[in-house]
C-alpha cells in the first residue's frame, strides 16, 4: 500500500486531491470497513476533509471524540470497542473499533487519518504501524523542499 500510494503522489502536490486518494486507497485496499477519511485542524477544532463512507460530523474539538483525543495528544489512538471509549462520536451507528492516526509535521498537528470498522476489534499493531506510515509519507510529500 506505501508503493501505491508513491504511485498515487507521484507529481501531484494537491493536499486534498491527494487526501482524496488515500482515503480511497485506504477504503478499497482494507477489509472491514465501514469509513476512511481525513480531518483537518483550524484552530481549536477538526474538520472534515475528503473521506469514503456515510456522511459524517463536520466539525469535531480538539480532545472530543476519538478523533478530536488523537489530535490534542498527537498520537494514535486505537478503541478496540468504541462502546467502550467514553466520549465517542458515532457518526455512523455501524462503527465498533476505530484508528485514528494524527497528522505531524514537525510535532505539529496537521489533523487526522481515521478508520472506523463495524466490527469490534479490527485494528491491531500492524494496522497502526501500517497507517502511520502513510500518514507520514502523506505529509511529508507536502513538505515543501525548504523544510526537509
Ligand atoms: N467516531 C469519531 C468521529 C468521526 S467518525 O467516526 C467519521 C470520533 O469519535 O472522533
Redesign the pocket.
Known amino acids: 500500500m506505501v508503493e501505491q500510494l508513491e504511485a498515487l503522489l507521484a507529481g501531484e502536490r494537491d493536499l486534498i486531491a491527494n487526501a482524496a486518494n488515500l482515503a480511497a486507497l485506504i477504503y478499497h485496499g482494507l477489509p472491514d470497513l465501514n ?1 476512511a ?1 481525513f ?1 483537518f485542524r483550524q484552530g481549536g477544532e ?1 474538520v ?1 476533509g475528503p ?1 469514503q ?2 456522511p ?2 463536520v466539525r ?1 474539538p480538539l480532545g ?7 489530535a490534542l495528544r498527537a498520537a494514535t489512538v486505537l ?1 478496540p470497542d ?1 462502546h467502550e ?1 467514553p ?6 451507528p455501524a ?1 465498533r473499533s ?1 484508528l ?1 492516526v494524527p497528522l505531524l509535521e514537525s510535532g505539529e498537528v496537521l489533523g487526522v487519518l ?1 478508520l ?1 470498522s463495524p466490527l469490534v476489534g479490527r485494528f491491531d499493531e500492524v494496522d497502526q504501524t501500517g497507517c502511520e506510515r502513510l500518514a507520514a509519507l502523506y505529509v511529508d510529500h507536502h513538505r515543501s523542499p525548504g523544510q526537509r
Open positions: 469509513w477519511g480531518y477538526l472534515l473521506f463512507g456515510k459524517a460530523c469535531i472530543s471524540g476519538v478523533c478530536g483525543t488523537a478503541v468504541v471509549f466520549g465517542h462520536i458515532a457518526c455512523d462503527s476505530e485514528v481515521d472506523d
